[in-house]
């Protein structure tokens, strides 16, 4: 079967100022993969998937999804349309329930209208990221950790078409990374998800494909393999150029 492109960016580009934290990206992703997203500290990474998510306009270039344009769309737009964006800080309603964050989530997505108490969909989502038995907690009292899985699965309940995840692992212990690597092959199954991610034991064990950023510009693209034997990539960002 022909692969699909699911999303395109073309001659994207945001400036702050002088600073181009962005520069003419040309960007693609195709349904059903696990693409990574890497680079050093101020590379232009979160900048890049802000764009994507529609929380910040681009000084120039289009973002294409699904066939259609959607560079002018407003965040809630693109969330609508399938475009669900987890946050680098955790982002909860601290004072609600495990259950009723993922309950609200998925009112603001496409399973709106299906929604009546403690929905078998919702509890579905928390059991992918395993907080099933902890949703009558009180989410400001969870881990950070744990608080980070909740976002994910608020994510999960948009019943998103692209899932990007901006650094996931941060504030997990080593086994729940461990776990994470099955957690985003299984939510690959039912969508089609990018990570922003600085640990690369968890980039080259989950990335189809793996696009480096520096500087603001597309810098390499492949697959881990290709992307570790890159020598502009290890000199620019793994360190042993």
Known sequence: MAAVTL??????????????AVANVDFSIESGEIRAVIGPNGAGKTTFVSLIAGRIPPSSGRIVFMD???TDLPAFQRVRRGI????????IYAKLSVLENVTLAAQGGRLRNR?????????????TVKLADRFAQIAGTLSYGHQRLLEIAMGLALEPRLL???????????????DFVGLAKSIARRATVMIIEH???VVMETAHRITVLNQGQVLAEGSPAEIRANADVQGAY???G
């Open 7 to 20: 999303l395109q960016t073309k001659g994207l580009s945001r400036n702050f100022g002088g600073l181009a």
């Open 68 to 70: 259609e344009d959607i």
């Open 84 to 91: 669900a964006y987890t946050f680098q800080i955790t982002s």
């Open 115 to 127: 929604l009546e108490g403690k929905s078998p969909a919702v509890l579905d989502y928390l059991e």
């Open 164 to 178: 990007i995840l901006d650094e996931p692992t941060q504030g997990l212990s080593d086994s729940e990374i461990a």
């Open 199 to 201: 640990n690369m034991q």
């Open 238 to 240: 793994l360190g042993t």
